[in-house]
C-alpha cells in the first residue's frame, strides 16, 4: 500500500516537474534557422541586394558593398566584419535612451512634435510564394500632432506620411536586442525584420516578412513610389553556427588598422585629436533629436532632398563645427544646422575615455500636403 502509495506521489512529481518544464520553455520566443535574400529597388531605378540569415539569437546581414554585420543578441552586442582587412568592431547594443524632458527655459516649440499610427487592411488575397502562403496586406502609415506640443499659431492636423502595399508570409519569431519600441518599429525603413499587426478583431497576426513590397510616400500632391522589395530566395534549412562568429584569423579594429586609413581625422588648435567614428570602441549615440523646420521660402518652390552635414562630436557630446557637405538650398542648409547644433549624444568611447569624434549626417527635407 505505502509503495503504491510512494509511486504515485514520485508520477505526481514527475509531473509537476515536466509541467514546470513546459512552462519555462513556451514561456521563451522560438527560433528557426532562416536564410532569404532581397533585392531593393530606390527612386534611382537601382537595384541592391542583401541576404539574411537567422539562428537562434542571432542575425547576420550580408551586404552588396561587402559589409558584413552580425547581431549577436545573447551577447547584446553588434559584430561588423571587415573582410577586405580581416578585421572586425564590436558595438554593444543598448536600450534606447527615453526621450529627455523639454527644457523649460527653451521658448515656444517651432513645430509639433508627431507620433506615428498605423492602419492596417488585410484584402483577404493570397498567393503561393516560397513553399507557403503569402497575404496581401496594406499598412497606412499617420503622424499624429503630440497634444500640447504644437506651437500656438500653427495647429496642424494628422497627416499620411507612407503607403505600404506587400505580400507577407509567415515566419518563425526573429530575436530583437533590444525589442524595438511601437516608435521604431512603426518607422521601419529597411524591412529586413519581419513585422506583426492587429486584427480588426483585437487578436495579433502571425509574425509576417514582406516578400514582395512597394513603399509610397506623399510628394507633390500624391503617392509616389519611394521604394521597392522583392524576396529572391527564402529558406528554413538548417545554418551554420559558424556564420554568426567572428572568424577565426581576424584581429581586433585598432588605430592601425581601421580600414587601413588614419583614424585621426584632424587635430584642432587645442590639440585634442578628432577621430573617424568608424575607428573607435563605441560611436557615438543620439540621445535627443531636435527636428529641422522648414523653411517658407523652400516651402514655396516646393524644394525637397537631403542635406549632409559633417560635424564633431565631443567628449560632453555636443555638436560643434558643422560643415555643410552637400548643399540643398541655402535656407534648408540654415535649417539643418539650426537643428542638429542642438542635438545632445553619449561621447564616442575610444580606449575606455569619451573622445571628439567626426560624423556625417543626412538632412532629409520632405513636404507632407
Known sequence: ?????????????VRVIFLFWLAL??????????????????????ARERVVYVHGQRIRTEMPDGRISIRQCDLHQFVRLNDETKTFRVLPILEPPADLPPDPSEAEP?????????????????????????EHIRFWIYLDPVPGSCPSNRQRPSFLSQERDGWYIEVPDFPECPARS???????????????????????????????????VPQAQQMQTEFQEEMLDFSTDPLDSSLFEIPAG???????????KNPIVTTPPDGTPVYDAECITTAPKLIRKVEPEYSERARKKKIEGTVVLSMIIDPLGDVRDIKVERSLEPSLDEQAIKAVGQWKFAAGIKDGQSVNTAVKIEITFRLYR
Request: proline share 7%; glycine share 6%; with cysteine.
Open 25 to 46: 520553455v513556451t514561456a521563451q520566443p522560438s527560433f528557426s534557422d532562416v536564410k532569404f535574400r532581397i533585392r531593393t529597388t530606390g527612386r534611382d531605378g537601382v
Open 1 to 13: 500500500m505505502r509503495e503504491k502509495q510512494s509511486s504515485r506521489i514520485a508520477a505526481c512529481a
Open 250 to 260: 581576424y584581429a581586433a579594429a585598432t588605430a592601425g588598422n581601421c580600414a587601413a
Open 110 to 134: 517651432a513645430h509639433c512634435r508627431v507620433t506615428p499610427r498605423r492602419v492596417a487592411e488585410d484584402t483577404g488575397e493570397s498567393q503561393p510564394m516560397f513553399g507557403t502562403t503569402a
Open 182 to 216: 511601437e516608435k521604431e518599429r512603426l518607422a521601419l525603413t529597411s524591412f529586413a525584420a519581419p513585422d506583426r499587426y492587429v486584427r480588426p478583431d483585437g487578436s495579433l497576426s502571425p509574425t509576417l516578412l514582406p516578400a514582395k513590397l512597394e513603399v509610397k
